[in-house]
């Protein structure tokens, strides 16, 4: 009895001396992406890589003179901007609605991204 009991300290003083694994944080990077147009946009974010992002956003709504934070995990992504609605300065763009462009870029975690969206026809602080 005394024998079992000493082997079960041995063997517990043994697994206590082990090294534990844990697994790493999730530290996002966060990306602010503003509007400073009048325009309705969408956004989405996708991993360029199946291996460097677990997930994407797709369609992000950015009303017009709005801001949207998103969070993502670190890695490359195809970014698209996409116009939702023609209408203030809509005219005077060569997008019409439906139409993207598209980026490619590279987002680290634990930082933090500002894309101030703007044309050239947008006034910061009021509408045209």
Not at 9 to 21: D, E, I, N
Not at 22 to 44: C, G
Not at 57 to 66: D, F, K, M, Q, W
Request: with cysteine.
């Amino acid at each position: 009895m005394r024998l079992a009991g000493l082997l079960l300290l041995a063997m517990g003083a043994g697994c206590a001396s082990s090294p534990r694994k844990v697994a790493p944080a999730f530290d996002p990077a966060e990306i602010v992406v503003e509007n400073h147009t009048d325009l309705a946009w969408r956004v989405s974010f996708h991993p360029a890589l199946a291996s460097d992002a677990p997930k994407g956003v797709s369609g992000l709504a950015i009303p017009p003179r709005e801001t949207r934070r998103v969070t993502l995990a670190g890695g490359s992504y195809v970014v698209s901007r996409e116009l939702a609605s023609p209408s203030g300065e809509a005219g005077a763009l060569s997008l019409s609605p439906g139409t993207a462009d598209e980026v490619t870029l590279r987002f680290e975690p634990g930082r933090i991204y500002t894309w101030p969206m703007g044309t050239l026809f947008s006034m910061e602080g009021s509408a045209q």
